[in-house]
């Protein structure tokens, strides 16, 4: 155990990564319900508190960023005031802001939670979905290929929203530059374009992801629907390594002919938004370390977990996460 989570620690502080993909402002209003609007059958909420954090492909960067490694995000933003929102929270959280590039024919996404107590009220999208214009999909491939050169990253990450940042011919063009490099990738996929990832390292569907991506239905609890999913993936994709989170059934891995099932930690669930993420970023620093996959699969699962605790889209608590790494016995 000693060995294996110090080696991950270790590796993520001295390591580099490159994140792609849709970035956003997530807002929060806080406060109280204590009366039903007379306008309509709707809670009137007190507001007593604003927050704007980052997230999207950011959120996984921070989780990144909170095992002390230095991540570059890469993404297209608008050139409005949300842009400079996002730019001054990432300043704020010591990320840099070269790789992100402003379009004026972009609308930077914001989205707007309304939470009373640890209650979600109502949550307000403000986006665009389309994709990226031919010229913005050149700039950010030239981006990405030149962070490639000047960081030497350990690993790069795909964060998919369906935002419309990673069209087809881009999620192509940095996974080609990135064999080119011998950099592994890691993909936390969405819907639109779930089968333009192909030949990457790491592939990290949820349950309703895969189901939708290869539209057949499994049942998490059969670990043969899983494995012939799983199989039917790696046909299709030629992935090295599936995740597939699972939800309360913990998550499941294959790699080179080798599966591992991990059960799911029992935890007092508050919030799942940005879970997705962290364990995006933990799967993707033991892939760098070179953990087996048994062990990226158990730490991603508790990182998951942990930060399903806390209400709002938040990054891993590292302190909190070596602890149970140890309580645990992770990775066994």
């Known amino acids: ?158 964060e998919d929203y369906d935002k419309g940042v990673l069209t087809v011919p881009v999620i192509t063009a940095i996974i080609n530059a990135a064999q080119e490099a011998g950099v592994p990738v890691a993909v936390d996929p969405k819907k639109r374009n779930f089968m333009a990832y192909r030949n990457v390292d790491l592939f990290k569907p949820n349950l309703k992801e895969l189901r939708e991506g290869l539209k057949i239905d499994v049942d998490p609890s059969d670990r043969s629907q899983l494995r012939d999913a799983v199989r039917s993936l790696e046909e299709l994709l030629g992935n090295r390594t599936s995740l597939i989170t699972l939800s309360e059934y913990g998550a499941y891995i294959h790699q080179d002919g080798i599966e591992h099932h991990v059960e799911a930690h029992r935890r007092k669930i508050a919030d799942v938004s940005g879970a997705g993420d962290t364990v995006i970023a933990v799967a993707a620093l033991a892939l760098g370390a070179g953990l087996p996959p048994s062990g990226i699969a158990q730490l991603a699962n508790l990182a998951g977990g942990l930060v399903c605790e806390e209400v709002g889209v938040v990054p891993i608590d590292v302190v909190r996460f070596e602890a149970e790494c140890k309580r645990l016995n992770i990775p066994s």
């Open 1 to 158: 155990m000693a060995a294996g989570i110090e080696r991950f620690l270790e590796h993520a502080r001295k390591a580099t990564a490159l994140v792609v993909g849709d970035v956003m402002v997530d807002n929060y209003l806080r406060g109280r319900v204590e009366r039903i609007s007379p306008e309509a059958p709707v809670p009137v909420v007190q507001v007593h508190e604003r927050q704007a954090r980052v997230g999207g492909a950011a959120n996984v960067a921070l989780n990144m960023k909170a095992f002390g490694m230095s991540p570059v995000v890469l993404s297209v933003i608008g050139n409005d005031d949300a842009a400079s929102t996002l730019e001054r929270l990432f300043q704020e959280q010591g990320l840099r802001t070269t790789g992100l590039l402003r379009s004026p024919a972009r609308r930077t996404t914001m989205k707007t939670r309304v939470i009373s107590g640890h209650q979600h009220i109502v949550r307000v999208d403000e986006e665009q979905e389309d994709d990226l214009t031919t010229e913005e999909q050149k700039r950010l491939v030239e981006a990405v290929r030149e962070a490639i050169r000047s960081e030497r990253p350990d690993v790069i990450v795909l």
